[in-house]
């Protein structure tokens, strides 16, 4: 049985024609605009994200919705543990615009709290438990929430300075009868649905504030397209920190079909992931490149012929990696690209097998979405030349939490869309536009780095390296050790005669930064060498590749760290 969406597409009329101008610059802001149109859809009326879940769950109660290390829970029974919670959150003062943090690792219980946080009404805030404890702490104090819902064995983690109301789940009632479940709440879908942080250049992480339509419409354009069914089971590997999680969770809730939880910290272990893919029949994954990368390595990868289709953001997917994918499995290969800023993806690509291409597009756009390549005046650039993407749209998410300043810098007035208020987001990344509206990556603009899926901005770990006394003055960047090993790369001044050796600074940037952002090499320069301009030459800082290991100004290269997500 195939569940179709209960919205229907309607069309919409076009956006506002091309500007008067010159005539190359008016056929060009035509042709934009035209492609735009492409993407438009209406709904009559847009859900709330646990509105389709309660939908399945009144219309398929006994069906399996979640599978979680032997333990299963049916439509009915997630949905009476989510309203059970989501009566205590209410009476916890939780509603519209609120947020309550996430503090549990990958479980039933996560799965129902954040059910509970939409039927209650507010936004949630998924935090890793394996977050540093200053940034945690910085994390609860920037998002203020009414709640953190955690589990007891991680209960003792929580900054001993946060004085907010803690909900420790395993000790609460998971069940509740029909009388005391509260009534649906009535939101709007443009209100706050998550919270997400990302890293920041200044220093300190930034939160994205996403809502629920923008959500929706990723997921409604998912399942349009894919067609997930009733008998599909889908595996939730990402950490929930990341966006991809949400479309993990939610997308087979929404549908009728089962989400097979990873085990915690599963999600690094590719001989883990292939027994259970295996075991639970696994259809529907996900995965970073680098992480694809080492999955295919697995001798046991020929014991999952169920899968049919793997997704991939997050970096980008090499050619080379595409086609060993297809050569090692049956399954779709949907290459998906989009940041947190525009609700986890803007755009998508079907892999061909018979590609001769030695790049792979990142796609085209998804519903309601438009996309834009701009030079650095902020004008069009034409079909095949490079330029800024910008992403426009339902998607785009509200900004940056207590960030105006930055959400002004990053979210523009919209050219050419009718609709008042409407922004664009510039993201910094170089593309160029190839025939059918189809889109291809090419870089940066700035230094960010995407490393194992992992958004990085390097400005945030050297200002966390610039607290340490014995640092002066540093530089972090990321170096292409060898195929599909790339790594972050510190380069130091030191404050004195002393250099802190790698061990210490490693030790004093657990405090305050996820493992996945600590550098893999220190190299300690006497001085930079510098441009014309007195900015530092990148290109001549020495290769972090000839660094001798336990030597003075080359500390000892550390082992890559564990692929992950």
Same mark, same amino acid.
């Given at each position: 049985?195939?569940?179709?969406?209960?919205?229907?597409?309607?069309?919409?009329?076009?956006?506002?024609?091309?500007?008067?101008?010159?005539?190359?610059?008016?056929?060009?802001?035509?042709?934009?605009?035209?492609?735009?149109?492409?993407?438009?859809?209406?709904?009559?009326?847009?859900?709330?994200?646990?509105?389709?879940?309660?939908?399945?769950?009144?219309?398929?109660?006994?069906?399996?919705?979640?599978?979680?290390?032997?333990?299963?829970?049916?439509?009915?029974?997630?949905?009476?543990?989510?309203?059970?919670?989501?009566?205590?959150?209410?009476?916890?003062?939780?509603?519209?615009?609120?947020?309550?943090?996430?503090?549990?690792?990958?479980?039933?219980?996560?799965?129902?709290?954040?059910?509970?946080?939409?039927?209650?009404?507010?936004?949630?805030?998924?935090?890793?438990?394996?977050?540093?404890?200053?940034?945690?702490?910085?994390?609860?104090?920037?998002?203020?929430?009414?709640?953190?819902?955690?589990?007891?064995?991680?209960?003792?983690?929580?900054?001993?300075?946060?004085?907010?109301?803690?909900?420790?789940?395993?000790?609460?009632?998971?069940?509740?009868?029909?009388?005391?479940?509260?009534?649906?709440?009535?939101?709007?879908?443009?209100?706050?649905?998550?919270?997400?942080?990302?890293?920041?250049?200044?220093?300190?992480?930034?939160?994205?504030?996403?809502?629920?339509?923008?959500?929706?419409?990723?997921?409604?354009?998912?399942?349009?397209?894919?067609?997930l069914q009733c008998g599909d089971r889908v595996l939730q590997k990402t950490p929930s920190s990341f966006d991809v999680a949400l479309w993990e969770i939610l997308w087979p809730l929404h549908v009728g079909a089962t989400l097979v939880l990873a085990r915690p910290e599963g999600h690094k272990d590719s001989s883990y992931l292939t027994r259970l893919i295996s075991e639970q029949q696994v259809t529907v994954a996900h995965f970073v490149p680098s992480m694809l990368q080492i999955f295919l390595d697995e001798p046991g990868l020929t014991r999952c012929p169920t899968l049919r289709?793997?997704?991939?953001?997050?970096?980008?997917?090499?050619?080379?990696?595409?086609?060993?994918?297809?050569?090692?499995?049956?399954?779709?290969?949907?290459?998906?690209?989009?940041?947190?800023?525009?609700?986890?993806?803007?755009?998508?690509?079907?892999?061909?097998?018979?590609?001769?291409?030695?790049?792979?597009?990142?796609?085209?756009?998804?519903?309601?979405?438009?996309?834009?390549?701009?030079?650095?005046?902020?004008?069009?650039?034409?079909?095949?030349?490079?330029?800024?993407?910008?992403?426009?749209?339902?998607?785009?998410?509200?900004?940056?939490?207590? @960030?105006?300043? $930055?959400? !002004?810098?990053?979210? %523009?007035?919209? +050219?050419?869309?009718?609709? #008042?208020?409407?922004?664009? /987001?510039?993201?910094?990344?170089?593309?160029?536009?190839?025939?059918?509206?189809?889109?291809?990556?090419?870089?940066?603009?700035?230094?960010?780095?995407?490393?194992?899926?992992?958004?990085?901005?390097?400005?945030?770990?050297?200002?966390?390296?610039?607290?340490?006394?014995?640092?002066?003055?540093?530089?972090?960047?990321?170096?292409?050790?060898?195929?599909?090993?790339?790594?972050?790369?510190?380069?130091?001044?030191?404050?004195?005669?002393?250099?802190?050796? @790698?061990?210490? $600074?490693? !030790?004093?940037?657990? %405090?305050?930064? +996820?493992?996945?952002?600590? #550098?893999?090499?220190?190299? /300690?320069?006497?001085?930079?060498?510098?441009?014309?301009?007195?900015?530092?030459?990148?290109r001549a800082l020495p290769s972090a590749t000839a660094a001798r290991p336990g030597g003075t100004r080359g500390p000892a290269i550390a082992a890559a760290p564990s692929a992950g997500e």
């Amino acid at each position: 049985m195939e569940l179709q969406p209960d919205t229907q597409r309607h069309r919409q009329a076009p956006l506002a024609a091309p500007a008067p101008g010159g005539q190359q610059g008016s056929d060009e802001r035509g042709r934009v605009l035209a492609a735009w149109d492409a993407t438009r859809y209406s709904y009559p009326v847009v859900p709330l994200l646990h509105t389709p879940f309660e939908q399945r769950a009144a219309d398929i109660p006994d069906a399996v919705a979640v599978v979680s290390e032997g333990q299963t829970l049916t439509y009915a029974a997630l949905n009476r543990r989510a309203s059970c919670l989501a009566q205590r959150l209410r009476r916890a003062g939780v509603g519209p615009e609120i947020f309550v943090a996430v503090y549990l690792e990958r479980s039933l219980e996560m799965v129902s709290a954040l059910l509970a946080i939409f039927k209650a009404g507010g936004a949630c805030v998924p935090l890793d438990v394996a977050t540093p404890p200053q940034r945690l702490a910085f994390f609860l104090r920037d998002c203020t929430p009414a709640v953190v819902l955690t589990h007891a064995q991680v209960r003792d983690r929580l900054p001993s300075e946060y004085g907010g109301r803690v909900m420790v789940l395993d000790a609460l009632p998971t069940d509740a009868g029909e009388n005391s479940l509260p009534p649906p709440w009535q939101g709007h879908p443009l209100q706050a649905a998550n919270l997400l942080y990302t890293s920041g250049s200044t220093g300190q992480p930034k939160g994205v504030v996403n809502t629920h339509a923008g959500l929706y419409n990723r997921l409604f354009w998912m399942q349009d397209r894919y067609r997930l069914q009733c008998g599909d089971r889908v595996l939730q590997k990402t950490p929930s920190s990341f966006d991809v999680a949400l479309w993990e969770i939610l997308w087979p809730l929404h549908v009728g079909a089962t989400l097979v939880l990873a085990r915690p910290e599963g999600h690094k272990d590719s001989s883990y992931l292939t027994r259970l893919i295996s075991e639970q029949q696994v259809t529907v994954a996900h995965f970073v490149p680098s992480m694809l990368q080492i999955f295919l390595d697995e001798p046991g990868l020929t014991r999952c012929p169920t899968l049919r289709y793997l997704f991939r953001s997050g970096e980008v997917l090499s050619a080379h990696l595409q086609q060993r994918c297809f050569a090692r499995l049956d399954a779709h290969l949907h290459n998906l690209y989009g940041p947190t800023e525009a609700a986890i993806d803007v755009t998508a690509w079907a892999c061909r097998r018979d590609s001769a291409a030695r790049t792979v597009p990142i796609g085209s756009p998804i519903y309601n979405t438009q996309i834009l390549l701009l030079d650095r005046r902020g004008a069009f650039v034409a079909q095949g030349a490079p330029g800024e993407l910008c992403i426009g749209g339902m998607g785009l998410s509200r900004g940056y939490h207590r @960030r105006p300043d $930055l959400t !002004a810098a990053c979210f %523009l007035p919209h +050219p050419g869309s009718p609709e #008042p208020g409407a922004r664009l /987001y510039k993201t910094g990344d170089l593309a160029y536009e190839q025939p059918e509206n189809t889109f291809e990556y090419k870089g940066r603009l700035d230094h960010q780095i995407k490393l194992r899926g992992q958004r990085i901005e390097p400005g945030e770990i050297e200002i966390a390296l610039l607290r340490h006394p014995g640092v002066r003055s540093c530089l972090v960047q990321a170096q292409t050790f060898a195929a599909n090993d790339q790594r972050l790369v510190a380069y130091l001044i030191a404050a004195g005669a002393s250099r802190p050796a @790698r061990k210490e $600074l490693l !030790a004093f940037l657990r %405090l305050s930064l +996820p493992a996945y952002m600590h #550098p893999s090499v220190f190299i /300690y320069l006497e001085a930079w060498p510098l441009l014309s301009n007195g900015k530092i030459d990148r290109r001549a800082l020495p290769s972090a590749t000839a660094a001798r290991p336990g030597g003075t100004r080359g500390p000892a290269i550390a082992a890559a760290p564990s692929a992950g997500e």
